[in-house]
Structures are given as structure tokens and as C-alpha cells.
């Protein structure tokens, strides 16, 4: 079944009208199944019109994801490092299949990509909304034979790595909202959720996940939660291709790891600050117990956030930000 979806994307990728009876015909199957096929295309957030007489057209041109293209645009010591890259059509999210993994092999690097969530996951047990096609669904298993130094600043430095790849691809105004957003213009681009497995400080591994929004759907966008920003629009209207993006982000992924993995935070400190959205600016952070209100100041050497208080400089390590006039905004829409 998958195999006859992929080969009906093949033939629709090209933007063009097709009708029921020839994709049919080219397929190997009725007319009745290749609707089926399209109805599920539709419910997993991918725009198929339909026109009488015309037939079938995709919305907007599709560029699949496409193992063997991704695989020879990695560095060779990145392909040297990569154990096994799976580039899925549709999985509960690209993070859980990683996670469960057997022992044998998550002590390797691993890596994930899939066209469609249907349980993608954001941070704080939100929803990644992840509609077929569209985004980016990365997910990297990295083994730490060891608890590495400033290791609860990782996730601030794949944000720096992630940033690396989006410039190498000629994105180069991405902000970074500690602790792990990437932003553009004001609004997201994109998010990571770093999940560990282990007894540290002993062996452990982390997945680490990264969802970046290429050419977000309307339909889709409807259920976002926050104000949200995609590369598409960012360059003019113009996609850029996935291949070359998800390629760049494992690249500089898996090159940051490795350094990571040896020096912690310090070579990553310089750039996450000088892409910093908070500092200088009142925000409000909340570690799921409290809430903190200040003007965020920066961070420190080991990625806690510093905050201005009224009762003097605290540290966060772990938590939520946001802006002071955006959690205001919200609170009076809510109240
Ligand atoms: C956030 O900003 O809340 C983090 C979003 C992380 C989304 C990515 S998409 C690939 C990977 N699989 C998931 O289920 N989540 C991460």
C-alpha cells in the first residue's frame, strides 16, 4: 500500500493535472483505489484538488524526501559517523521510533526523517503539528559513552548547529528563544526536543528532534498554537528543497554532537548568544511550578538563562520563555 502511495506522489509531484484513469492505469490499479489513496494523502494535510473533468492536482509542486539524495550530500565523516539513516513516509513521530529502538542498536547513530507525524511531539507534552510533505521531521540518536559537560546545555547547542545548517542554506537571520526555538521575523520556525535515555552519569543516549517549517499548509497551520513562520515565506514564496536542508542539518548535527560530546557548551557559547531573541527584553519564564517575571540576561556559560529579577539575578536551567508583551496579550485574550 505505502508503495503504491509513494509511486502516486511520484506521478502528482509534478504539479500537473492527472486523471483518475491514467494514474490508475500507471499504477496498477482501479480508479476507485487510487481515490482511496488520495482521500488518506488528504487526511494526513496534503492539498490534492480534484476538478471534474481535469482530474487530480496536487496544490502546490512536491519535492519528496529522497534517502539516496540525502545520503550522498553528507560530509564523508558524516557518513562515516551515521550508522543507519531511515527516511519514513508516515510514523507516530520520528523521536518515539528512535526511542524504541533494541539496546543492540541504539548505541550507534541513528537517524530519522519522515514526511508526516501522526503524533508528532513538541516540548512540555504540546502537539508538533506535521502535515505530509510540507516540514521538516528530523531525529538524531546520539550514544554518550559518559554524561558530557554542560549537558543540559545540548539542546541550546543543536540550536546553534541547526542555525549553522539554515545559514549554510542561505537563511541567515535565524534567531535562537532559549531554550530550544528557532525563530524568524518575531514569530517560530521551528523547535527541538532533546529526550534522554540512561543512568547518567553513566552510558546514556539522546534523541534529539527537530521540527522546521518549510512550506506550512493553511489547512494545517490552522492548529498551531503560537505565531509560527515558515522558510517559504521567508524566501519570497519559494521553497527551498528539504534534501539539501535536512542533509545541512545533519551535517552540522552530527558535527556538533561529536564536539559537544568533548568540550560541552564553550565552542557554541559566542554564537547562541549573538543570536539571543530574548536579551535585553522583559520576559516571562515559567518552569512548570513557577513563574518568573524579569529582563532576560543572556546566558551563562553552562546555557542556564540569567534573569533580571526584582530580588536580584536568577538562574533557569530548565523552563518556558516567552516575551512580557506577548504573555500579556495572551493573558487578556484568555481573560
Ligand atoms: C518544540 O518546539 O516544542 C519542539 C518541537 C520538536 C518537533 C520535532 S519534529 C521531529 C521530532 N519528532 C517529534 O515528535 N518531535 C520532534
Redesign the pocket.
Known sequence: MQHTRQRLLGLLADGHFHSGEALGAALGVSRGAVWKQIAALNTLGLDIYRVPGRGYRLAQTLELLDRDAIHSSLWPKTRQQLAELAVLDSV?????YLLERNPASSGAVLACL?EH?H??????G?R?I?PFGAN????LNWPFASLPPDFSALGLAAGVAARRALAGVGFDAIQLKWP??LYAEGA?L????LEMRGEPPGPCRVVA???INVAMPAEAAVDVEQQWIDLARLAGGVAPSRNVLAAALLNHWIAAFQVFEREGFAGFLDEWRAADLLAGRDVEVTDGRQRLHGRARGVAADGALELETAEGIRRVVAGDASLRAAASERARETG
Open positions: 507516530d513521530s520520528t523521536n518515539s519522515a507525524q503524533a508528532g511531539r513538541g516540548r512540555r504540546r508538533w506535521s521538516l521531521y528530523l531525529s530550544n526555538d517560530k521551528g523547535g527541538i526536543l528532534g527537530i521540527g
